[in-house]
């Protein structure tokens, strides 16, 4: 399996974009694959879009996959990435060789969870979501101590997307199943990373995981909150590589 490529799908309300800062020390080791979802980054929404789901978004990676002429990757996601992954295990498992879950958890939405991105959702689609959106969310995703230039690119991130995305991505996230079945099922080498501060999905939510799943590991990124790859980037890469290396090389 050491020639499997990577795919690392972005959280939410960002891009693929988010992954930049871990670029240059995974593509020197591994084949590295990060789209844009749909909705979000340059990949717009269908003309017909059904009742948001995360099984489509599902099925757009495994066209993907299928253009790509790849039968079986690694797969990675971050928090709305990884809800997409997971997804993903549900109607394709014999797609994935491997599992890297970094910031995200397996459980479905609280009702009062899932009734605020409902909420957050009519408002992007009526008002847009320039300034409240990073507002509202910036102080969840980054931790006290975030250099001010990581603050100003996640603001940037989250204000170049479509309010349409936006919205689409959180009524798909509210509406998702819990997860664990499918990850007490899957045998494939899986990394679970979390942010130390992580308050949106924190290190309880990760361990649980990894205890679900039958051949994991967890790392847990000293000082950093939700949005690990931005905040903790060498951190980040270096759990991947050394894991790849000891799980997918030689």
Known sequence: ??????????????????????????????????????????????DTVREPGLADAARDLLALLDKLQLDRVVLGGCSLGGYVAMALLRIAPERVGGLVLIDTRASADSPEAARNRLVTAERAESEGIGGWLADSMLPNLLSDKAPADVTRSVRDLIESQSPSGVAWA???????????????????????????????????????????LPDSELVVIAGAAHLTPLEAPGAVSDAIVSWWERRFSG
């Open 170 to 212: 959180l009524r798909a996230m509210a509406a998702r199943p819990d997860s664990f079945d499918v990850l007490t099922g899957l045998d494939v080498p899986t990394l679970v990373v979390v942010g130390e501060e992580d308050s949106l999905t924190p290190p309880e939510a990760a361990r649980a995981m990894a205890d679900a």
């Open 1 to 46: 399996m050491a020639d499997l490529p990577l795919v690392l799908l972005h959280a939410y309300p960002f891009d693929a974009r988010m992954w930049n800062p871990l670029r240059e020390s995974l593509t020197a080791r591994i084949r590295l694959i990060t789209p844009d979802q749909r909705g979000l980054g340059r990949t717009p929404l269908p």
